[in-house]
């Protein structure tokens, strides 16, 4: 999976006993379980914008190191327990300075965070890599600086850079300095782009900035013709996205949420994947879409009637795009990803034993 927030995925527990412990008293409610549904009716608006401000508090109890270390650490069980055997985990150093933490300092308490999660999956029986993006919140000006700590950072397990927040007003090409800098060290990056705006901002983020994938995009159907035989026509950009393999990181809960998407049956991931894009199926935000990646599976299965090798197509294509190295990536699709969903379809055909 390649499209996780990290500040979008805290236990509704953990924020409010990190609350109490931080001082922070603007939680709408300290009942975790009511919170858990405040975060998920807040985040139902129809609108990005109104979504990203429930983000307000989780970044007010991701302060300190102690806070981070500790979501960070949290994120890797979760996710291993719901059996995601590889995540890329995102967030924006830059929110996380107000407890007088550096940037340096923040990167290195969510690395120590992945870390002890990643052993703690082990011990439960799990495995899970992270990897982790930087991210730059695109209405703000310090993306060089973001993207320079990023490339810091790269060998101890932050994998890329990404751009995130508000879409509409802030095209990806304000923020082309960072990713110059970034091919310019060979780097990877990706970008969100398609989600709250249409297509110019899905040709800014890859004709202008370069990026390796587009978070979203699923406004890329606006180039996408289809007639009433079923035929389709692509335009000029439609086919440079599936001609070039550009991934596709659809978040289809996220997108209903935010209204890029009115249902799961309409979404244009069930257009996309029938014209075999890149296509890779993500959460963006466990706790303020309630959901986890077995549960976006289970969402297209029931609008597609996909089945474990269509789950296994959108994992393949994750770490067929992931900015992990290709040796690891190989290994783990050959030795992890297929003996797992073959195990999955022996159990599905002949019952479980276990
Ligand atoms: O889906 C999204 N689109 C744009 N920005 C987003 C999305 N989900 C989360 N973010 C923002 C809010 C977070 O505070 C930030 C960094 O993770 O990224
Ligand atoms: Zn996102």
Redesign the pocket.
């Known amino acids: 999976m390649l499209h996780d927030?990290?500040?979008?995925g805290l236990r509704p527990e953990t924020i409010v006993e990190l609350a109490a412990a931080c001082g922070y008293q603007k939680l709408p409610t300290t009942d975790p379980a009511k919170l858990g549904i405040w975060f998920r009716e807040a985040a139902d608006s129809g609108s990005?914008e109104r979504?990203?401000e429930t983000?307000a508090h989780t970044?007010a109890v991701m302060q300190t190191r102690e806070g981070l270390v500790r979501v960070a650490a949290e994120a890797a069980e979760d996710l291993a327990a719901d059996g995601v055997v590889y995540a890329e985990v995102?967030?924006?150093p830059e929110?996380h300075l107000e407890g007088g933490l550096t940037l340096d300092e923040v990167v290195e308490a969510v690395q120590e965070g992945f870390r002890i999660g990643e052993a703690n999956a082990r011990a439960n029986g799990d495995r899970i890599k992270v990897g982790t993006l930087i991210?730059a919140?695109r209405h703000a000006a310090r993306s060089q600086e973001i993207a320079e700590l990023a490339n810091r950072h790269r060998d101890t397990g932050v994998v890329g850079f990404d751009i995130?927040?508000?879409?509409a007003g802030f095209p990806p090409t304000r923020h082309q300095a960072a990713f110059d800098y970034l091919k310019g060290e060979n780097n990877h990056f990706t970008i969100?782009a398609g989600?709250?705006f249409g297509l110019p901002s899905i040709w800014e983020a890859l004709q202008c900035c370069g990026a390796d994938r587009l978070?979203?995009g699923v406004r890329i159907t606006d180039d996408i013709t289809v007639h009433d035989d079923g035929t389709v026509t692509l335009g000029r950009l439609a086919a440079y996205v599936r001609d070039k393999r550009i991934p596709l990181e659809m978040?289809p809960t996220?997108n209903l949420q935010?209204g890029a998407a009115s249902s799961y049956a309409e979404h244009p991931i069930g257009l996309l994947t029938r014209l075999k894009y890149r296509v890779t199926v993500n959460t963006?935000?466990r706790l303020m879409s309630g959901t986890s990646m077995s549960q976006e599976f289970a969402h297209l299965i029931e609008a597609f009637g996909y089945d474990l090798d269509d789950m296994q197509w959108f994992t393949v294509n994750a770490l067929k795009s992931a900015f992990l190295p290709f040796d690891e990536r190989l290994a783990m699709i050959n030795d992890v990803v297929k003996p797992g969903y073959a195990e999955l379809k022996a159990e599905w055909l002949f019952g479980s034993s276990s």
Request: charged content about 15%; overall charge negative.
């Open positions: 927030h990290l500040d979008g990005l979504y990203l983000f970044c995102r967030y924006a929110q991210t919140m995130a927040g508000a879409e969100h989600e709250a978070g979203h978040c996220s935010t963006d935000n």
